[in-house]
């Protein structure tokens, strides 16, 4: 599918659209690109999204993760996106649209690292920030938490 490939599907719904659009932070390139493989980030990914506990599993609802090679070209050091109506926001008017995505990005994660254990935590990080904003908590609140 041009380059994305699906990580995770959870209770999806099928067709209708309503998107908010929310972004993490962009970051710094360190010169250096961290060699992996697409398999290998693409289970770090599983292994984050494995990590989340069994209790917020259960709630979140109708998102898919995606593992993407490079952001939209314009914000060319995002790591993570998500795209959705947050859980927070779903009235008795949500019904019959399409998933919410969460998209974790590659290529910047992999030029930020300078470690595979640098990309360890980030792509953790990144995978939290981005569930954290499908259950409606936004960006000013994840960097009071300290996930910013």
Not at 7 to 33: E, K, M, Q, T, Y
Not at 48 to 70: C, G, H, K, W
Not at 125 to 135: G, K, R, S
Request: with cysteine; glycine share 8%; aromatic share 8%.
């Amino acid at each position: 599918m041009w380059g994305r490939r699906s990580v995770s599907l959870r209770r999806i719904r099928p067709f209708g659209v309503s998107v908010v659009r929310r972004r993490w932070r962009a970051v710094p390139d360190n010169g250096l690109v961290l060699e992996m493989t697409r398999e290998t980030f693409e289970e770090l990914v599983s292994q984050a999204l494995d990590r989340i506990p069994p209790e917020l599993t259960r709630v979140m609802d109708n998102v898919a993760v995606f593992v993407e090679d490079e952001p939209p070209a314009d914000d060319p050091e995002l790591l993570g996106l998500y795209e959705g109506t947050p859980l927070t926001d779903r009235g008795e008017w949500y019904a019959g649209v399409l998933p919410d995505r969460i998209s974790i990005y590659m290529g910047p994660t992999l030029r930020m690292c300078e470690t595979p254990d640098a990309v360890v935590h980030e792509v953790a990080v990144t995978v939290i920030h981005e569930i954290a904003h499908h259950f409606g908590i936004d960006d000013e609140r994840l960097h009071e938490l300290g996930w910013g």
